[in-house]
T-cell receptor
Framework: ETGVTQTPRHLVMGMTNKKSLKCEQH?????MYWYKQSAKKPLELMFV???????ENNSVPSRFSPECPNSSHLFLHLHTLQPEDSALYLC???????????FGPGTRLTVL | AQKVTQAQTEISVVEKEDVTLDCVYE???????LFWYKQPPSGELVFLIR??????QNEISGRYSWNFQKSTSSFNFTITASQVVDSAVYFC??????????????FGSGTQLTVLP
């Protein structure tokens, strides 16, 4: 595998379910990001991890819980989501926070 | 705060036409970076180019060219002899420091380009 991978690519869940999104980067980068892309809206930065520590949390509801166990893996744990949370969730990584971000293919999430 | 404006929401051209995607940015930072990304229907954002604020030299890569003008705060992207495979949403982005916090990447709202055969 090369670049940034994300699983699953598609996810449908009910409002009471708990699920997790996974991101893995094979680029040797030190920073990882979660973005939300809703229809007709710009990309929204959700979380930033640098050297496995969360350095940014942009007022994201607590029903989204990130986890970064090492510099190559990033998770987004989901629980009791709302229908308005349906979106494309994109993971990205960069060598340093100032560097170019490389994106994964995204997880298309639908909350029923 | 920084801002990126892509005024063209949708553009439609016929194959082999040239097309320019506009991007205007705002920042108070003196050192900043500008990017273009392509998002095909598959969803992945593909990095196209990065430019720093001290380098106003235009760049050409194959059929792609970029025009960076600090005087007008613009970073426009031209595709020459467009092809159907160029159909995608194109995002302009700005990396700058906002209000003393860490450097952030701010995206424009994107331009949907459709190239018709």
């Amino acid at each position: 595998e090369t670049g940034v991978t994300q699983t699953p690519r598609h996810l449908v869940m009910g409002m009471t379910n708990k699920k997790s999104l996974k991101c893995e980067q094979h680029l040797g980068h030190n920073a990882m990001y979660w973005y939300k892309q809703s229809a007709k809206k710009p990309l929204e930065l959700m979380f930033v991890y640098s050297l496995e520590e969360r350095v940014e949390n942009n007022s994201v509801p607590s029903r989204f819980s990130p986890e970064c166990p090492n510099s190559s893996h990033l998770f987004l744990h989901l629980h009791t989501l709302q229908p308005e949370d349906s979106a494309l969730y994109l993971c990205a990584s960069s060598q340093e926070r100032t560097d170019t971000q490389y994106f994964g293919p995204g997880t298309r999430l639908t909350v029923l | 705060a920084q801002k990126v404006t892509q005024a063209q929401t949708e553009i439609s051209v016929v194959e082999k036409e040239d097309v320019t995607l506009d991007c205007v940015y705002e920042t108070r930072d003196t050192t900043y970076y500008l990017f273009w990304y392509k998002q095909p229907p598959s969803g992945e954002l593909v990095f196209l180019i990065r430019r720093n604020s001290f380098d106003e030299q235009n760049e050409i890569s194959g059929r792609y060219s970029w025009n960076f003008q600090k005087s007008t705060s613009s970073f426009n992207f031209t595709i020459t002899a467009s092809q159907v495979v160029d159909s995608a949403v194109y995002f302009c982005a700005l990396s700058a420091i906002s209000s003393g916090s860490a450097r952030q990447l701010t995206f424009g709202s994107g331009t949907q380009l459709t190239v018709l055969p």
